[in-house]
T-cell receptor
Framework: SQQGEEDPQALSIQEGENATMNCSYK?????LQWYRQNSGRGLVHLIL?????REKHSGRLRVTLDTSKKSSSLLITASRAADTASYFC????????????FGAGTRLFVKA | KAGVTQTPRYLIKTRGQQVTLSCSPI?????VSWYQQTPGQGLQFLFE???????NKGNFPGRFSGRQFSNSRSEMNVSTLELGDSALYLC????????????FGPGTRLTVT
């Protein structure tokens, strides 16, 4: 079954606004990662948050992790048109035999 | 330093044929993973190789296979192609494995007709 699931599936905002995407997962994890993918290209790693961390920042990105709720959120502040892309969360499960699984992604469209 | 490269970038094959895709990881990275991305199924893990050994495998039929060479370059092979194999195949390299930061290549777009 799907380990990471993002919501919303799609998000359209104006340049300058903040964008928040959420990710839920089902099993215990070692860490959770967020990636960005521009139309039909390879993914770019954005940020990794470990299971013992609650919040992490990188530039305009803020990621939170709530292991009790098995959820994470990615906040992009002061969005730009160049942030238009699909965003995926990927979980690294602790259970042996489980593999890193990517969610279905959130498509973000930032209007100039 | 050079990024992950994948060849070819685009490929058109006929149902029943086989195909081999190639991936060259970032220098020093020993882990190479392969993913299939389709609009319907999203990004699905195929397998991971680390130091020439398959370390993990996704839920794909045996028609999908791979290998890794001593220089960490990896190949993925799909035999007896089906229409549903049409997808973007992404390769990712990492120093330690899929649970760590992965660097993705641009992908190979495979179309099966």
């Amino acid at each position: 079954s799907q380990q990471g699931e993002e919501d919303p599936q799609a998000l359209s905002i104006q340049e300058g606004e903040n964008a928040t995407m959420n990710c839920s997962y089902k099993t215990s994890i070692n860490n959770l990662q967020w990636y960005r993918q521009n139309s039909g290209r390879g993914l770019v790693h954005l940020i990794l948050i470990r299971s013992n961390e609650r919040e992490k920042h990188s530039g305009r990105l803020r990621v939170t992790l709530d292991t009790s709720k098995k959820s994470s959120s990615l906040l992009i502040t002061a969005s730009r048109a160049a942030d238009t892309a699909s965003y995926f969360c990927a979980t690294d499960p602790t259970l042996r035999g489980f593999k890193t699984i990517f969610g279905a992604g959130t498509r973000l469209f930032v209007k100039a | 330093k050079a990024g992950v490269t994948q060849t070819p970038r685009y490929l058109i094959k006929t149902r029943g044929q086989q195909v081999t895709l190639s991936c060259s990881p970032i220098s020093g990275h020993r882990s190479v993973s392969w993913y299939q991305q389709t609009p319907g199924q999203g990004l699905q893990f195929l397998f991971e190789y680390f130091s020439e050994t398959q370390r993990n495998k996704g839920n794909f039929p045996g028609r999908f296979s791979g290998r890794q060479f001593s220089n960490s370059r990896s190949e993925m092979n799909v035999s007896t192609l089906e229409l549903g194999d049409s997808a973007l195949y992404l390769c990712a390299s990492s120093r330690s494995g899929t649970g760590h930061e992965q660097y993705f290549g641009p992908g190979t777009r495979l179309t099966v007709t």
